[in-house]
């Protein structure tokens, strides 16, 4: 026998239109303006597939809109077994296990002892949801123009924790500094030598010492553009 197929998807889209359909909304820009966004972001996150899923289920619990159609192994939303709606819990740390089969965690700082000590949510900022990107990934959103014009100010760059073997000169890797804020850098290495370059020429060029860790490895650039 053939397993019906729920009428719920796990596509960003989907869910988009049942919070509309939820709240008789009709238009993007209604939805938009309810959730104090700009219209061209709600454009922007159903052409990617992708949305900050932490805003989303905190406005649904704010709302009193039900999440569970979308609960469910392989869906947007993994639901604990003694929850039936994800939305009806206030427990920030709820969250972490309410997100989509790939949660990104998006950190703007990291523990002194990262990678070894995960970072917590005084770390996290948000969390991204994304496609085809393994598990253990982290994101940042870059800030300055010293990567520019590859990668841009606003631009989430998507990254792995990574050994030294595991990144090549050329790569785009994330940097932890002295006050262990993440910044983005090139990496550059020569004669056995290793710097940390800057695609905006008008930005010097750094070298790895105690105060610069190389972290990660960018493994996609996800550009959030605004109209």
Known sequence: ??????????????????????KGLKTDTEFAKILGIRQNTVSTWRGKDSFPVKKIIKFCDKENISLAPFVGSGNRFDNPPS?????????????????????????????????????????????????DVPRDSFAMIVSGESMSPTVRSGDYAVFQIAGGGDIKSGDLVIVSN??????????????QKIVLTSDNPEYHAIAPNDH????????????????
């Open 83 to 131: 929850h039936t709606n994800p939305s009806n819990h206030t427990d920030d740390n709820y969250f972490i296990n309410a997100m989509m089969a790939h949660p990104i965690p998006i950190v703007g700082t990291v523990p002194a002892g990262f990678p070894q000590l995960p970072p917590d949510e005084d770390h996290v900022i948000d969390y991204l949801s994304i496609p």
């Open 178 to 191: 002295e006050w262990n804020e993440l910044i983005l850098k090139r990496f550059r290495k020569k004669d």
């Open 1 to 22: 026998m053939s397993r019906k197929k729920s009428k719920f998807s796990n596509k960003t889209s989907d869910i988009i239109d049942y919070i509309k359909r939820i």
């Open 212 to 227: 610069y860790r190389i972290i990660g490895k960018v493994i996609k650039v996800i550009r959030d553009i605004k109209f």
